[in-house]
């Protein structure tokens, strides 16, 4: 079934840890991205991909850095946590000729 | 830059009475505006696009370009419509701006 996935959904995390938030999808899209979503905040877009080897910022500066190597997948790193990167990220991919964009469930990262 | 307002951060109604959720954008060009929502424990999803100009679970949102809004409407509503609504639109960069939200809340 075409979905979107992330992983983990939750994640508590010491401070100066290395951390890896996965995000793939099965929906044969090419464009996908990462917002970070404070609760019951609006969602700021960190990082986006129009496709394979092609990463950009967003408007939100975000010390993550991202990779896409395959079209499905499109992980978040973040190489040493801290309690400020505390939030929820939010994985969303679209496909050619729409701005529609599909969302995952999300990973709640909590750093102590 | 592309800005979304949502002047509503909480709405309450009671069941079987109108909602309105008001959404405001600015963009000079010609941008595609979506309604989002999010239930509770749910992912983020889409409700309605203004170009396929439908009516999802009986909302309904129409763009007035003059007043630059695109208010999501449903004329009786019902305890299920209890979410969190996202207003968004996308401009040249093709990439989505969201509102920052309206928690709306169905009273029985």
């Known amino acids: 079934e075409a979905d979107i996935y992330q992983t983990p959904r939750y994640l508590v995390i010491g401070t100066g840890k290395k951390i890896t938030l996965e995000c793939s999808q099965t929906?044969?899209?090419?464009?996908m991205y990462w917002y970070q979503q404070d609760p019951g905040m609006e969602l700021h877009l960190i990082h986006y991909?129009?496709?394979?080897?092609?990463?950009e910022k967003g408007d939100l500066s975000s010390e993550s850095t991202v990779s896409r190597i395959r079209t499905e997948h499109f992980p978040l790193t973040l190489e040493s946590a801290r309690p400020s990167h505390t939030s929820q990220y939010l994985c969303?991919?679209?496909?050619?000729?729409?701005?529609?964009?599909?969302f995952g469930p999300g990973t709640r990262l909590t750093v102590l | 830059a592309q800005r979304v307002t949502q002047p509503e951060k909480l709405l309450s109604v009671f069941k079987g009475a109108p909602v309105e959720l008001k959404c405001n954008y600015s963009?000079?060009?010609?941008?595609?505006l979506f309604w989002y929502v999010q239930y509770s424990r749910q992912r983020l999803q889409l409700l309605l696009r203004?170009?396929s100009r439908e009516s999802i679970k009986g909302f309904t949102a129409d763009l007035n370009k003059g007043e630059t809004s695109f208010h999501l409407k449903k004329p009786f509503a019902q305890e299920e419509d209890s979410a969190m609504y996202y207003c968004?639109?996308?401009?040249?960069?093709?990439?989505?701006?969201f509102g920052s939200g309206t928690q709306l809340t169905v009273l029985p």
């Open positions: 203004h170009i």
């Open positions: 929906m044969g899209h090419d464009k």
């Open positions: 968004a639109t996308s401009g040249s960069a093709r990439q989505l701006t």
């Open positions: 963009y000079s060009g010609s941008p595609e």
């Open positions: 991909s129009y496709g394979v080897n092609s990463t």
């Open positions: 969303a991919s679209s496909g050619q000729g729409t701005d529609t964009q599909y």
